[in-house]
C-alpha cells in the first residue's frame, strides 16, 4: 500500500492506529518507570522522573482501553468527546516539539542549552499521537452519526457566511500580533516602553550572536520579522491569493501555530494579568506586566484565530468527495 493510499483510507485504520500508539507510548513510559533510561517522558519538558513517567504509563494505558472501546463501540456518542480529551493529553506531552522550528533561529544566538535528542523524539511521537487520536475520534464520530467518514458528509461553497468568517479570521490574527510586532521593533529603535532593566531589550549580548545584534542595532527585531509572517499566514489562508499557494504546507504551519501558540499565550496572557493585580508575586524580569498580558498575551488570540482561519481555508480547498460524491467547491456544486 502506497502512502497516497495510506492517506486516503485514514478513518479505516486511524483507529486501530491510535490503539497501537497508545499500547507503545504507555510501555514506553512503564519502562522507563522501571529502569530509569532517559526517554524523555516529562510535562512539558519540565517534570521528569519516576512519577511523571509512572503517571503517563497510567494515563497512556487508559487511552489504550479507551481506543479499544472506540474499536468495539462504534454507536457510543460519549467515546468522541473523550478521544478529544486524550487529543490534548498527547499535545500536553509534544508541547515542546511544536515550537522546535524556533531552534532553526540558533544561528542568531549562542550559549544556548544542547538539544536533549530523546525528549524532541518523545515530543515529536506524542505529536504524532495527537494526529492519530483526531483522526480516530473524527471518525468514530462521523459512524455514529450516520455521514461519510471521508468528509462528514457536509458541503460547503465559497462566497457563503463561511468566507466572511474567515475573512475576520484572518484580520483578528493579525490584529492579535500587531502590540508585540510594534513593542518589539520600538525596543530595537531604542524606544523602551514597558522595560526597567538596563541594556538592549530582546538582545541579551551574551545569546545573541553577532548577525542579530547587528540587526537589532539596525531597527530590526528578529522575532519582529517572524511575527511578520504569522500575519502573512494568516492572510494567505484567509484571502483569495492563498489559494494560489500549495495546500498542505499551508494547513500544516496553520496548525501547527495554532496548537503551539494558543496555550502558549493563554498561560503568558494569565501570569501576565495575575501578576499586574498583585495577585502573584514576582514576573519576567525588567519586564512591566502589562507586556507579558498584552504584547506576549496576544499569541493566544492569534492561535485561536488562526485555528479558525486554517479550519476555513481547509474546508473552502477541500475538493470533491470521492467515496460519497458530496460536493465540497463551486465547480462540483454546478453553483447550486
Same mark, same amino acid.
Request: proline share 6%; hydrophobic share 50%; aromatic share 10%.
Given at each position: @500500500?502506497?502512502?497516497?493510499?495510506?492517506? #486516503?483510507?485514514?478513518?479505516?485504520?486511524? $483507529?486501530? =492506529?491510535?490503539?497501537?500508539?497508545?499500547?507503545?507510548?504507555?510501555?514506553?513510559?512503564?519502562?522507563?518507570?522501571?529502569?530509569?533510561?532517559?526517554?524523555?517522558?516529562?510535562?512539558?519538558?519540565?517534570?521528569? $522522573? *519516576?512519577?511523571?513517567?509512572?503517571? =503517563?504509563?497510567?494515563?497512556?494505558?487508559?487511552?489504550?482501553?479507551? #481506543?479499544?472501546?472506540?474499536?468495539?463501540?462504534?454507536?457510543?456518542?460519549?467515546?468522541?468527546?473523550?478521544?478529544?480529551?486524550?487529543?490534548?493529553?498527547?499535545?500536553?506531552?509534544?508541547?515542546? &516539539?511544536?515550537?522546535?522550528?524556533?531552534?532553526? !533561529?540558533?544561528?542568531?544566538?549562542?550559549?544556548?542549552?544542547?538539544?536533549?535528542?530523546?525528549?524532541?523524539?518523545?515530543?515529536?511521537?506524542?505529536?504524532?499521537?495527537?494526529?492519530?487520536?483526531?483522526?480516530?475520534?473524527?471518525?468514530?464520530?462521523?459512524?455514529?452519526?450516520?455521514?461519510?467518514?471521508?468528509?462528514?458528509?457536509?458541503?460547503? +461553497?465559497? $462566497?457563503?457566511?463561511?468566507?466572511?468568517?474567515?475573512?475576520?479570521?484572518?484580520?483578528?490574527?493579525?490584529?492579535?500580533?500587531?502590540?508585540? *510586532?510594534?513593542?518589539?521593533?520600538?525596543?530595537?529603535? $531604542?524606544?523602551?516602553?514597558?522595560?526597567?532593566?538596563?541594556?538592549?531589550?530582546? =538582545?541579551?549580548?551574551?545569546?545573541?550572536?553577532?548577525?542579530?545584534?547587528?540587526?537589532?542595532?539596525?531597527?530590526?527585531?528578529?522575532? =519582529?520579522?517572524? #511575527?511578520?509572517?504569522? @500575519?502573512?499566514?494568516?492572510?494567505?489562508?484567509?484571502?483569495?491569493?492563498?489559494? +494560489?499557494?500549495? +495546500?498542505?504546507?499551508?494547513?500544516?504551519?496553520?496548525?501547527?501555530?495554532?496548537?503551539?501558540?494558543?496555550?502558549?499565550?493563554?498561560?503568558?496572557? #494569565?501570569?501576565?494579568?495575575?501578576?499586574?493585580?498583585?495577585?502573584?508575586?514576582?514576573?519576567?524580569?525588567?519586564?512591566?506586566?502589562?507586556?507579558?498580558?498584552?504584547?506576549?498575551?496576544?499569541?493566544?488570540?492569534?492561535?485561536?484565530? !488562526?485555528? +479558525?482561519? /486554517?479550519?476555513?481555508?481547509?474546508?473552502?480547498?477541500?475538493? &470533491?468527495?470521492?467515496?460519497?460524491?458530496?460536493?465540497?467547491?463551486?465547480?462540483? /456544486?454546478?453553483?447550486?
Amino acid at each position: @500500500m502506497t502512502p497516497k493510499t495510506l492517506l #486516503a483510507t485514514w478513518p479505516s485504520w486511524a $483507529g486501530r =492506529a491510535a490503539l497501537v500508539w497508545s499500547l507503545l507510548y504507555a510501555a514506553g513510559a512503564a519502562l522507563a518507570a522501571l529502569t530509569g533510561p532517559a526517554f524523555g517522558y516529562a510535562l512539558l519538558a519540565k517534570g521528569t $522522573g *519516576t512519577r511523571p513517567e509512572a503517571g =503517563a504509563a497510567v494515563l497512556y494505558g487508559a487511552a489504550a482501553v479507551l #481506543a479499544y472501546a472506540l474499536l468495539r463501540r462504534p454507536g457510543v456518542r460519549w467515546l468522541p468527546t473523550a478521544a478529544w480529551a486524550v487529543v490534548a493529553l498527547c499535545l500536553t506531552s509534544g508541547f515542546p &516539539a511544536l515550537l522546535s522550528p524556533v531552534r532553526l !533561529l540558533f544561528f542568531l544566538s549562542r550559549n544556548q542549552d544542547p538539544v536533549d535528542r530523546a525528549a524532541l523524539a518523545n515530543q515529536f511521537f506524542a505529536v504524532l499521537g495527537a494526529v492519530l487520536w483526531g483522526c480516530a475520534a473524527l471518525a468514530h464520530r462521523r459512524r455514529t452519526l450516520g455521514t461519510c467518514a471521508y468528509c462528514g458528509g457536509r458541503g460547503h +461553497r465559497p $462566497g457563503t457566511t463561511e468566507s466572511g468568517l474567515a475573512t475576520r479570521a484572518g484580520l483578528v490574527a493579525v490584529t492579535a500580533l500587531v502590540p508585540y *510586532t510594534v513593542l518589539k521593533t520600538l525596543w530595537a529603535l $531604542g524606544v523602551t516602553p514597558g522595560y526597567t532593566g538596563d541594556g538592549r531589550p530582546g =538582545a541579551d549580548p551574551e545569546y545573541t550572536s553577532d548577525l542579530g545584534l547587528w540587526l537589532y542595532d539596525h531597527g530590526v527585531d528578529v522575532t =519582529a520579522v517572524l #511575527a511578520l509572517l504569522g @500575519m502573512a499566514l494568516a492572510l494567505a489562508l484567509t484571502r483569495p491569493w492563498g489559494r +494560489r499557494l500549495p +495546500r498542505l504546507p499551508l494547513l500544516a504551519l496553520g496548525w501547527a501555530g495554532a496548537g503551539a501558540l494558543a496555550p502558549f499565550g493563554a498561560f503568558l496572557a #494569565a501570569f501576565g494579568v495575575l501578576t499586574w493585580t498583585g495577585v502573584i508575586s514576582g514576573g519576567t524580569a525588567d519586564h512591566a506586566p502589562w507586556v507579558v498580558a498584552v504584547a506576549y498575551g496576544g499569541f493566544c488570540g492569534y492561535g485561536l484565530a !488562526l485555528a +479558525r482561519a /486554517t479550519r476555513a481555508h481547509q474546508r473552502a480547498t477541500r475538493r &470533491a468527495c470521492g467515496r460519497c460524491g458530496t460536493a465540497v467547491t463551486s465547480a462540483s /456544486t454546478g453553483g447550486a
